[in-house]
């Protein structure tokens, strides 16, 4: 149980064009999901907690017009990269986690590859 | 704010026992949890302490000291599969919201 798909696994689109990131909770209803971005060898980067219904809080620094967040359902999460530039490649993975006694644990989908040209 | 401080890299020969340490800085703690991650993929949960002490699941351990501001991880009868990087996340905060480190990296050699 508590499986977390990311879709798609890779992409690569032309500076300027925007791209879309889903993140789905196949077994579980996800009250909160969480978008992280990577670096090669570095750590996960929160950007942003959305809670289903409701606007998603940016960490600092993140721009919010650039990544929008979409939580509309308990198991969608979208996030989208809008006039991507090529410092904006990187591995983008979501989490999911539930309300409850294992608010603690989160699940994590496998991750987005966003290369920009 | 919420730091956290771990080694960035340990090595270790299989069927060893290696121990990554985790100090943290943070108000409002709620807990700390433990991450595996292999290249490519995505970080798997792996063990979560709230109060002091030890948390035992298979050859995987963590441990707490709320006073110290410190936990680890203890992995046991080392195996190759356990090369990866380790994180320790910080909770705190009233929603929960999730902290990493940096990761440590550990190489496991035959």
């Known amino acids: 149980g508590a499986v977390v798909s990311q879709h798609p696994s890779r992409v690569i689109c032309k500076s300027g064009t925007s791209v879309k990131i889903e993140c789905r909770s196949l077994?579980?209803?996800?009250?909160?999901m969480f978008w992280y971005r990577q670096f090669p060898k570095k750590s996960l980067m929160l950007m942003a907690t959305?809670?289903?219904?409701?606007?998603?809080?940016?960490e600092q620094g993140v721009e919010k017009d650039k990544f929008l967040i979409n939580h509309a359902s308990l198991t969608l999460s979208t996030l989208t990269v809008t006039s991507a530039h090529p410092e904006d490649s990187s591995f983008y993975i979501c989490?999911?986690?539930?309300?409850?006694?294992?608010?603690?644990?989160?699940?994590f989908g496998p991750g987005t590859r966003l290369t920009v040209t | 704010g919420q730091s956290l401080e771990q080694p960035s890299e340990v090595t270790a020969v299989e069927g060893a026992i290696v121990q990554i340490n985790c100090t943290y800085q943070?108000?409002?703690?709620?807990?700390l949890s433990w991450y595996q991650q292999h290249d490519g993929g995505a970080p798997t949960f792996l063990s979560y302490?709230?109060?002091?002490g030890l948390e035992e699941t298979g050859r995987f351990s963590s441990f707490l000291s709320r006073s110290d501001s410190y936990g680890y991880l203890l992995l046991q009868e080392l195996q190759m599969k356990d090369s990866a990087s380790y994180f320790c996340?910080?909770?705190?905060?009233?929603?929960?919201?999730?902290?990493f480190g940096r990761g440590t990296s550990l190489i496991v050699h035959p």
């Open positions: 989490s999911a986690r539930t309300s409850g006694r294992r608010v603690y644990e989160q699940y």
């Open positions: 077994d579980f209803q996800a009250t909160t």
């Open positions: 959305s809670n289903e219904g409701s606007k998603a809080t940016y």
């Open positions: 943070t108000s409002g703690f709620y807990g």
């Open positions: 302490n709230a109060l002091d």
């Open positions: 996340a910080l909770l705190s905060g009233g929603s929960y919201i999730p902290t």
